[in-house]
Every structure is written in C-alpha cells, then in structure tokens.
C-alpha cells in the first residue's frame, strides 16, 4: 500500500512542478481526462496533494520517535522531474575551533530507487540539509547541490529539486595587498534558475581560512557568470576595494557533468594590470596636470609606477605570477602614495592662501615704507608692489586655482564665495598699510625719567626704519642678498612624508647570505615582532624557489604587569635532587643542524661543557653557566622545566650567545617588554633578554611547552642567490606586515611598507646660511664703523648698550621679513624656471604649505640676525668699550656704606689715563658753576701725584634736587687690568634710598666718560 501511495504520489508532484514551469502538457503522461481548464487545474491538483499526503501522514506519524523526528522526501531533476536514484542527503554543521567558526559537511542517507529517502534527526533543534547527486564517470559534479533549513518540531516532508550542473575548480587566492583579507565568491545564471531552487550561491572566504583550491557549481547548459568581490577592512567594518568576474567577457557554458579549472590570482592580477591599475593612473595623472610643471616631483614617481606596470604586464605574459603581484602592489602603493599628496597639496594651498595673501600685504607696505617717508608715496608703492606680486602669485602658486573649488574651500558653497578672492585680496592690502603706518604712539603717556616698553620697541623700529632709508642701497642690496638665499632653499630643497615599499641599507654583517623575514604583530605598539602565520610558512614549503627554510622558535615577550614593574619570568629550572630552581625568562628553539649553518650558534658552548643539541635531541636542553653553577648542574644531569623532565646536553657561555648574531644584523636573544609610564601614557620599550636567563631547545620540543612559543622568524636560502634581493621585495609587498632582510654581498638590505620622511638639499641649504650670515655681518659691521657719530649721540642722549644694539637688530630684523616672505615667492615663481632645467638641478617637491612660508622667514631672520649679532655687539660698546651692559650694584654686607662700581670705560697708557683724570676734573668743575641748580658738583679734589696717574684719585659729592633729593660722597680710581686700565667709581649715599642714589651717581659718571670716549678717543 506504501509502495502505490508513493507511486501516485510522485505523479502528482510531477504534474504540479510541470504546471509550475509550464511545460507539465508535453511531459505528463496520464488520461486526457485530467486536463481541465487552467484556472481550475491547480487547485484540483493541490486538493488532491493534501488529501494524499493526509493520509500518508497517518502511517509517518505512527513511525515517529519521541527522541528522533523524521524527515522524507524525494529528489527530482528540475529539467524533466525524473527522480534521483543514488542522490545523497547531508547536514551542515558548524563548529567552532580557535576561535573561528568552521562547517562540517557529512553525508547521512541516500535515495533509493525511486528516489526516496528518510532520515531521522534529534528533535528541538534547527539544521542545514542539502542533497546532490554526482555521477563518477564526470570529471566535475552533475546536479548542483540543494539546501534547505528545517526544524526539528514535528515530521516533515522535503522536495529536493536538483538542477543538472557542472563544477568550477577555483585555484590560488584573489588578494592582491596585504590589506585585503575577505573575498567571496558569487555565482550568478541568466535564468535565475539558482535562486528559485535554494542553491547556494554566495561564499565567502578569509585570508585565515584560505584553501588552495574550492569547488563552485553552476547550472549545466546555462549561461553562468561567477563574480568575485574582494574586502578590506576598515574601522569596525569592511569596503569593498576590487572586483573582477569569471569570464572576463561573456559567460560560461558547460555541459553537464564538466569540470572546468581558474586560477584566481592570475584572473585579479590581470584585471588590476589591465583595467584597474590603469584606471587608477589615469586618475593620478590628471591630478598631477591639474598643477602641470608643479607636479615634477609627483610626475617622477607615477613614472616609475608606470613603468612596474609594464613590468607586470611582462611577467603576467611569462606566467611569473609572484614577481608580477609585487610589482603591481608596489605601483599601487606609489599611485596612492602620489594620489594622496597631490589632494593634500590642493587642500594645503588653499588653506595657505589665506596666510600667504596678508604676508604679501604686509611686505609689500614694509618694502614700500622702507623706499619712501611720504604716506602718498608709501601707499601708491605699496599698492604697486602687492598688485605686481598677486599677480606673478596667481600664475605661479596653485592655491588661487582652487580656491573657488568647493572640494578644497569651503567657503565657495557660500553666498561670499564668488567673491572670495577680490575680499582677500583687499583686505589684505588695507591690514598691511594699517600695521606698518598705524600711529602706535598715539594716547600713550610717559615721564622724563623712564619709557614705556612699547614706545621702546616702537622707537627701536623707527630708528631701524629710519636707517635704512637713509641707505636705501646698502638696505636693497641685503634684502637681495637675503632673498636670493631664501629662494635658493625654497626651490632646491626637498622633504616629504611618503609611504610604500622602504628599502634601507643597514651598516651591519650578516653571519651568513640568506633572506631573514619576521611577521610584526598585530599590536606592533607594545610587542616588536609577532608570530608568523602558518600560511607563510606553507607557502613557503611549496615554493619552486626556496631550497631550505630555517625556523626559529622564541617566546612570545613578556610584559611588564605596571609601569615600573620588570616582566614576570616564563618559569623556573630545577634541579630535581637538591631542589634549587632558577629563573627563566627567554626560550629558543631551533633545529640545530640548521641554525648551526646559518649563524654559528653551535660556537657558544665552552670545551668540557657537553656539546651543542643535534635534530634527534627532542629531550636536551643547553643552560648558561650561571644557571650551572646556582643549580649545581653539570652536563647529563637532569632538570625540570614547564613540568618536563630534560636531560642537560650543554652548558653555553653568556657571552658567547650574546654575539651571536642573527642575517637582520641583530642579537638572536629573545625579548621582554618593560611599560612605563610619561604624562598618563604608557610607553613601551622592548630589551633583549639577559643571555644567563636563557634555555635552548629544538624547536619541535619548544613548540610543546605549556608557553606561548611562536615561531619569530624564518631563514630563507632560495636554489639561485641572484634572485635574493627580488625575492626578499616581493614578500615583504605580498604578505601582511612581512619584513625582510636580505642579506648578500657582505650588505644588508630591509624591505617593509611603512613610511619615512625622505629629505635632501639643507646641508647645501646650511652652507648658503653661513655665507650669507657672512656677508650680512660684514656689510652691518662696516655700517656701524660708518655711524659712529650717530651711535656716540644716541649713547650721549641716554640710549644705553642694549637699546643701541637693538637699534641694530631690529634693521636685520626688518630685512629678514621683506625677504623672508618675498624669497619665498620668488622660490615658488622659482620652481617654474628651474624645473625646466631639471637635467640640471634636483627635482623636489613643491612647498605650498603656510608652514614653508613660516620657515623661509626663520630661515632669513637666522641669517640677517646672525650676521648682524655681532656688528650689534660692536656698535654697543664703540662708546664704552666694556664687556659691562648695564650697571651693577653690588651688594655690600657687614654694615659698609661704599659701593663700588666699574664704569664702562677701557683707558689704555699712563698717559690716556692721566688724560682721564683731568677730562673728569674739568666736566666735574663745569658741573660746579652756578648754572647747575638741579644737578651739582661740590668739593672736587684731585689727589695723587700727576707724575704717576695710577696714585690719582677724584673726590667729589654730587647733589641732584628732585622729588627725592640725592646727596653722595664719591671717589673715582683707576685700577690696572691686564694691559688696561679699568675705572672704579666708589661712592656713598648721604640720604635716604641708598640704591637708586647710587645708581643716578653712576649714570652721572657714565655720562661723562662716553663724553670722553667721544671727544678724546674717537677721532672724526
């Protein structure tokens, strides 16, 4: 009775899927009678499902299990409805292992004849069927496989319908950089026949769980097309970066039961050298003439990305499809590199504008109030120059051009927009002519005896300004000189900020040639180096061109647990018969045959201290010779490690194991990190291992001890050493966070992607300072020798050493802005000249940003200031000829009322200095007269003997009447120094205040003697 009711059963699902399709009237094969009206005929053939399927359910139920569910069903042909015979029923499982999610495919019935099957599943729970069927006389499958999600509540009956298919064999993997790490695979027929039958036709794969080759099914007869999409991950989420289909043009068609093979990377690596690498340097090259000649330097580097484009199209043609991928992601690397500093150089330059701009106001109204005093002459030349420099401004600099982009300046999606350069431009010039021709000192109050700080740095500028206009010149020809010089370093300098593939030479020997490649760790901040990735590894071992690979063993570094705090040891060696331990804090495995090859390192044992480990010593150990002599251990003994028993095969010299050096040029010790803590932020700083506190293991022992052994690095020998340097390149660009070093020729070379700030011309650049700091100090040091008169009337008039200097400084100072900020636009118009020539001079990388503007004019105010520094000095002292600056009122303890104080006044000869005296004598004597009522001279004698001037002396009491009335008792005196005379005044206070009537008695003397200096020693 099963046996009819599945019969007709199965004959009225074909008649329903036939009319589902619309092709159920050529195909069914039962009485005419049954061929109502359309409208009608599907809800007759439904009516009559459910009563059929009704009453078999009285015969399931009564089958079913209280612990079991059964599921039943049929699985068909989708093409003809024909049922499978042999077809296989699955279940999906998923099961987590180290933390990733895996699925488990097992196969747990199979059709009958009739293509009938039952499975009996635990209740309460949800799976994953799926049916297929395959015919082993076909390469590839031959129905594509059908999945279905049940629940496991009550007995269910199950229609696989299969559809006859083919199989692609995708090999290889789809990443190109080191970034990408997901890709799918997604299978995709013009009939949408995959979709309407519950196949899959999405998957997707990780770098992590990556398999040489997959198996995708598609439709057989159809037309097919599998597309492949690849992700980076971004922030907390992934964007799709590339995607390519399978053909490149058309679609597939198999027949079915055909199996048809891909291989990934050379499909990705022909869509990149073809379509999307091409692409992308069509973009930058438009980015790049957007600027045109400004572009030089970013044109060299997108030449060479061309150029490692070409190369790959080569090498894809030769099928070498390792070196084709590291040429291809380098020439990624520079476009992005490239694309990413021109949109910062256009975003730069605007932003620079509204900085430029005012500069260009300010130096042009200081160069215009240096030409001329007239304030009609001061404003038509100042406009003149801003107009003439905006303009060459606008041609040469590229800010202007993009100013009105609403990508680069926000202010061009305003209502000012249009508007935004005439604003600039106008205001700039008004803010310039009013700082240059403000009247500062207006509303300022002041009094006879001291001046304001503001009217002491306005005067300074004023005197400076003064000077210069009164050689206009001399003051061009240093503003030439400076801005020749600051042009100069503008335009033949380069430094930037660039990413991609680093090569460095590295001053250090290797031990041995072979490539050193180490993975940094996720965490590169804290750990220095992390494990690598079993998959390199792999890749390794089946590469044509490695002829042996050596790994190394280490523990992973220890980390301090507080700031402040050393790491915690991995463990303790003990010395099972005493008991005594020792700590541990550095673990190395290797394989000894290897290692011992490579980098010596079965040297570090001393003679009669056992011997270096051999590949069958899996139960040795080598120990330090401190840990020898704290353990009581000799070679043989046996000691406990991690809980396992090791047989001591060596005993190694500290020392010894310290020298040894790894093919990167450094120690092969392990490491520890130690965390400190600056400012709330914790740093930390990686240390080798102390070498006494280290064990040497073989490396498959090492990989068994309960610690956190990883492998840190692996030794490459490739069969031709020629290809080393190319090989060791093309890893670091291929797999993530790889570095390599590789080392041939007694040089190493490191390869990593990073970044790096590359940098030339300022030592040429520091030459030029110098020269130019020269010629300043000359040309200020033969001004002041000229003004001589002009200095001694400013001292007389009161100005004291410092302001004189000031005076000085404040001319360099005033020269260093106009050609600081006027070099600099003459280096940026610079650039336009001299990389026309540039078989000639340097290419380097135009400087648009504010901050190069900032530093031409520190670059100018260092030379113009330096040079003047001295002249300045000298112009302080012409009068007074004394290292002295200012007066110094020396404290006197224990009660003395005598100050003494040494005047800024160099007497040379017996006979200046008696010259000295009478000078002194006679002013002392005018000083008085009747005349004098506010400032006197009382009492004045001259003792000592004329013959010899060092006995002389003056004596005087000097009365100034005031608001506060100043009374002193003086005594003036030479004292010998050297092979000059220095002159001592000591003095006395006879009233109250006893420091400030000191100090206006001192002042008073130094007047007189700077009339001296000016009258007796300068000669006109």
Request: aromatic content about 12%; some cysteine; glycine content about 6%.
């Amino acid at each position: 009775m099963e046996d009819i009711m599945k019969k007709s059963f199965i004959i009225l699902l074909r008649i329903y899927n036939n009319y589902h399709v619309k092709r159920w009237y050529k195909q069914m094969k039962v009485s005419k009678a049954l061929r109502f009206n359309r409208k009608i005929n599907p809800l007759i053939i439904s009516l009559i499902i459910q009563l059929l399927f009704l009453t078999c359910r009285i015969n399931f139920i009564c089958a079913f299990d209280g612990q079991k569910v059964r599921f039943y069903g049929f699985v068909l042909d989708f093409s003809n409805n024909e049922t499978l015979c042999g077809a296989k029923i699955g279940i999906v499982e998923r099961m987590g292992i180290g933390g990733r999610v895996t699925e488990r495919q097992t196969i747990i019935a199979e059709t009958d004849c009739s293509g009938f099957f039952e499975i009996y599943l635990d209740s309460a729970r949800d799976y994953l069927l799926f049916a297929y069927y395959d015919d082993a006389s076909t390469p590839g499958v031959d129905y594509v496989p059908t999945y279905k999600i049940v629940s496991a509540r009550s007995p269910q009956y199950i229609n696989f319908s299969l559809v006859p298919g083919a199989s692609v064999n995708l090999t290889g993997d789809p990443l190109l950089s080191s970034n990408e790490g997901v890709f799918s695979f997604e299978v995709k027929d013009s009939r949408g026949i995959l979709s309407s039958i519950s196949s899959i036709t999405y998957v997707p794969e990780s770098r992590f769980t990556m398999k040489e080759s997959r198996v995708i099914f598609v439709p057989a007869s159809t037309n097919v097309t599998i597309e492949v999409n690849i992700f980076m991950e971004v922030g907390r989420g992934i964007v799709r970066v590339a995607n390519f289909s399978i053909p490149s043009s058309g679609y597939l068609n198999l027949e079915k039961g055909e199996l048809r093979e891909f291989d990934l990377k050379s499909y990705r690596l022909k869509v990149e050298a073809n379509i999307n690498l091409p692409a992308f340097l069509k973009n930058v090259k438009s980015l790049a003439e957007k600027i045109g000649v400004l572009s030089t330097y970013e044109r060299t580097k997108i030449s060479k990305a061309e150029n490692l484009l070409n190369r790959a199209r080569l090498l894809l043609s030769q099928e070498d499809l390792f070196n084709a991928q590291a040429d291809l992601y380098e020439a990624y690397l520079i476009l992005a590199d490239v694309s990413g500093s021109l949109l910062n150089m256009f975003q730069n330059s605007v932003y620079s504008v509204f900085f430029i701009t005012p500069l260009i106001g300010l130096s042009s109204s200081s160069l215009g109030a240096l030409l001329f005093r007239s304030k009609r002459w001061k404003v038509l030349t100042s406009t003149s120059i801003y107009a003439f420099l905006i303009i060459t401004l606008y041609w040469a600099y590229p800010g202007y051009i993009f100013l009105q982009d609403p990508s680069y300046n926000p202010l061009a999606k305003t209502i000012i927009g249009p508007f935004t350069f005439p604003i600039l431009v106008a205001f700039s010039l008004i803010i310039g002519l009013i700082i240059i021709n403000a009247p500062y000192t207006r509303g300022e109050k002041s009094d006879r005896r001291t001046l304001s700080t503001r009217s002491a740095i306005i005067s300074a500028f004023f005197l400076a300004g003064e000077n210069l206009k009164r050689r206009k010149f001399r003051s061009l020809l240093i503003v030439v000189m400076v801005l020749v010089s600051v042009a100069s370093f503008i335009s033949l300098t380069s430094l930037s900020y660039e990413g991609g593939l680093i090569t460095e030479k590295i001053n250090k020997k290797a031990p041995s040639q072979g490539i050193f490649l180490f993975q940094q760790s996720n965490n590169s901040e804290v750990y220095p180096f992390g494990p690598v990735e079993s998959y390199i590894l792999e890749w390794l071992n089946k590469s044509d061109k490695v002829n042996l690979i050596s790994i190394l063993f280490k523990n992973f570094p220890q980390v301090s647990p507080y700031p402040g705090v050393p790491p915690q040891p991995l463990g303790s060696l003990i010395n099972p018969q005493l008991g005594t331990s020792y700590d541990v804090r550095g673990v190395i495995g290797l394989k000894p045959s290897l290692e011992s090859n490579l980098i010596g390192i079965n040297h570090i044992l001393e003679e009669n201290m056992g011997r270096f480990l051999e590949d069958e010593d899996t139960g040795g150990i080598l120990i330090s010779e401190k840990a020898s002599e704290a353990l009581r251990i000799k070679p043989g003994d046996t000691v406990i490690f991690c809980g396992m028993n090791f047989k001591v095969i060596g005993i190694f010299s500290s020392a010894k194991l310290k020298e040894i050096i790894d093919l990167n040029g450094n120690p092969i010790l392990p490491q520890e990190v130690f965390v400190a803590s600056l400012d709330s932020d914790l740093t930390y700083t990686p240390t080798y291992v102390a070498p006494e506190n280290v064990v040497i293991l073989v490396g498959e022992t090492a990989s068994r001890l309960p610690l956190r052994i990883v492998v840190s690095r692996v030794i490459i020998r490739l069969r031709e050493n020629e290809d080393m340097v190319s090989f060791a390149r093309a890893l670091a660009l291929i797999f993530p966070r790889v570095e390599t070093f590789a080392s041939l020729n007694n040089e190493i070379i490191h390869f990593y992607i990073g970044s790096r700030l590359i940098g030339y011309g300022f030592a040429e650049s520091l030459i030029l300072l110098i020269l130019t700091s020269i010629n300043v100090g000359i040309t200020f040091l033969t001004s002041v020798y000229e003004r001589r008169r002009e200095i001694m009337t400013l001292s007389t008039i009161g100005l004291n050493p410092s302001q004189i200097s000031a005076i000085f400084m404040c001319e360099s100072l005033i020269i260093a802005l106009i050609a600081g900020s006027l070099g600099y636009l003459l280096g940026l118009i610079g650039y336009h000249v001299f990389l026309n020539f540039s078989m000639l001079v340097p290419v380097v990388k135009y400087k648009v940003e504010a901050s190069w503007c900032i530093l031409a004019i520190f670059f100018s105010m260092a030379s113009a200031m330096t040079g003047a520094l001295i002249p300045a000095l000298k112009a302080s002292i012409i009068t007074t000829p004394s290292l002295l600056r200012r007066f110094m009122i020396p404290y006197e303890g224990g009660g003395k009322e005598f100050w003494n104080i040494e005047i800024p006044v160099k007497i040379v000869g017996k006979n200046e200095l008696l010259s000295f005296f009478n000078f002194m004598e006679r002013r002392l004597k005018d000083y008085s007269r009747t005349s004098h009522l506010e400032e006197r001279v009382e009492n004045i004698t001259l003792e000592g003997d004329p013959n010899d001037p060092e006995s002389l002396s003056l004596h005087f009491y000097y009365k100034k009447y005031e608001s506060t009335n100043i009374n002193t008792k003086n005594k003036i005196f030479a004292t010998i120094k050297d092979n000059y005379y220095t002159i001592t005044l000591s003095s006395r206070s006879l009233s109250p205040n006893k420091i400030e009537n000191i100090r206006q008695t001192a002042a008073f003397i130094r007047r007189l003697a700077l009339e001296y200096t000016e009258k007796e020693k300068i000669r006109f």
